[in-house]
């Protein structure tokens, strides 16, 4: 069997370097790969840029490569929750390609899958299609968007096994599973790490075939990005 397993997230980030593009999993706070982020925080590479649906807060997830001016370029879906990330787009300082969200997933699956492209109906007409190529079928129109290529992903799930099988739990089955394979190297960063044959094959979400390496991650914070306490 191929080991898949590392010690650390030290080991676990071997081989990333300045100007790389990085996929992130994550919706809002919940499910974001921490640990991952706060190694490329002490590593303090440059000129990254990030696919991820948002950026997390000011203080925690992606902010924290954001205020170190680490991020050349986000690939996004949201803004919103994150006042640096709106300053520097703003400002000019931060490249900002914002994208549907269903359009983001779509993109990221088509890299995943092994598809070059896909065709969408979102952003058809709008600034968003501009310069790309658009077909009709079926008296529909659909913008064609290219699958994303990306160096590494970094993707969060709460039990995964040594043979790279994880499952995911609540929120966090976002945008990770998709990112799982869609970049040459896929790092899982687990909250268990368990022997194969542990894990229910039933339950599993992702098999290990699209992950290159997992670890055990630690002191996981999971913020909670608005707190509801009355409705």
Partial sequence: MI???????????????DGMTFMLGG?????????????????NVKNL???SNNAGVDDFGLGLLLHKKQID???????????????????GELEVELIPQGTLAGRCQ???QGYP?????????TEVAEGKETR??????????????????????????KAGNLIFKGTARNFNPLMCG??????????ELVEPGELDPNQIHIPGIFVQRIFQGEKYEKRIEKRTVRL
């Fill in 49 to 51: 840029t990030c696919i």
């Fill in 27 to 43: 919706f809002g706070l919940s499910g974001i790969p921490e640990n991952a982020i706060s190694e490329l925080v002490r590593l």
């Fill in 136 to 161: 009709e079928f079926d008296g529909k129109h659909y913008v064609l968007e290219e699958a994303f290529k990306a160096d590494f992903s970094f993707v969060k799930a709460w039990k995964g096994d």
């Fill in 3 to 17: 080991r898949k397993t590392v010690d650390n997230v030290q080991e676990a980030l071997k081989g990333v370097e």
């Fill in 73 to 91: 370029k986000m690939v996004s879906s949201y803004v919103g929750e994150n006042a640096e990330f709106e300053r520097q787009m703003l400002s």
């Fill in 182 to 191: 869609a970049a040459t190297i896929t790092v899982a960063e687990v909250e």
């Fill in 110 to 112: 088509a890299a995943q």
């Fill in 117 to 125: 492209a896909i065709y969408t109906p979102a952003g058809y007409g």
